[in-house]
């Protein structure tokens, strides 16, 4: 007998490629409870998709400044979308063009995979923004009162405020001419030319844009990582969220306490992380 050629596996699959009711993954069928079963290992923590990743080895040689860069150049490269790479590569200086997005790459990236497994992420199925068994992110109001939306509204406000401020040349100004301010070891701010300088609160801003974005993270791979896995996506989702761990955690832009959570309400991803750390693929 001839055996049976299975198909090629599709190394980047989107939405297009199937239906919503594909995508929405059939509830697994309640098994028995057992006085001694401890509480069950989300999917991400287990072999082999812990490890799924695009890049092998450790990602802190990812965001290292290398030598002899300068350090302006170095993040605004990793930082842009690929068009702006090519843009930034015929300035004879990059530093004039005035597009210290530190977070937009990641941004960007995230929004898109967001994009594909939204069909799944309804007001029914996450009625809270939830990131772990205990864990529900709130949203502060314009009272500044802590409110509880579902998923998609709090992660549809976040996307829209972060395109907000990135739009506004108050916060990020974008044109030549203008001081280049990045984010560099201990918050210090650099500048490369005279004219409009960032904000002085530029610093916790850019703090508070990369803390809500982990949030999304977090709720994605609590709450969807079966579409991801269904999209055959993981190498791709986790090298996403390893590199913009090492990227937080190297310009001091994300807290311990944010990854990790409370021991009460711990985040979800938190034991992401210490399994990478163990792993050697993040630093301590």
């Avoid at 309804?122 to 864990?135: D, F, H, I, R, Y």
Wanted: proline share 9%; charged share 15%.
């Amino acid at each position: 007998m001839t055996r049976v050629q299975r198909p090629k596996r599709s190394p980047t699959p989107t939405s297009a490629t199937f239906s919503p009711a594909e995508l929405q993954m059939p509830p697994p069928k309640p098994s028995p409870p057992s006085p001694t079963a401890g509480p069950q290992k989300p999917l991400y923590l287990c072999s082999p998709f812990v490890d799924a990743a695009l890049v092998k080895g450790n990602f802190k040689t990812i965001v290292m400044l290398p030598k002899y860069v300068d350090i302006m150049e170095w993040v605004a490269v990793n930082s842009v979308s690929p068009q702006n790479v090519i843009y930034l590569s015929q300035n004879t200086d990059p530093r004039r063009v005035g597009y210290p997005l530190l977070v937009y790459d990641f941004y960007t990236n995230l929004n898109e995979f967001y994009g594909v497994i939204a069909e799944c992420c309804t007001q029914a199925n996450c009625s809270k923004m939830s990131a772990g068994p205990t864990l529900n992110y709130t949203w502060i109001n314009q009272e500044r009162k802590s409110v509880n939306l579902p998923a998609p509204t709090y992660i549809d406000y976040v996307m829209t405020w972060i395109q907000n401020l990135l739009d506004d040349d108050k916060t990020f100004p974008t044109k030549a001419g203008t001081n280049l301010c990045i984010m560099c070891s201990y918050l210090t701010l650099l500048t490369a030319t005279t004219g409009q300088e960032f904000p002085q609160n530029f610093p916790s801003i850019i703090k508070h844009v990369y803390r809500q974005l982990l949030r999304v993270f977090a709720h994605i791979y609590h709450a969807h990582y079966q579409q991801i896995l269904h999209l055959r996506s993981e190498p791709h989702f986790n090298s996403l969220f390893a590199h913009f761990l090492a990227f937080g955690r190297e310009y001091e832009l994300l807290d311990v306490k944010d990854v990790k959570g409370a021991s009460s309400a711990p985040v979800g991803v938190g034991q992401l992380w210490e399994a990478w750390k163990q792993m050697g693929i993040l630093e301590g």
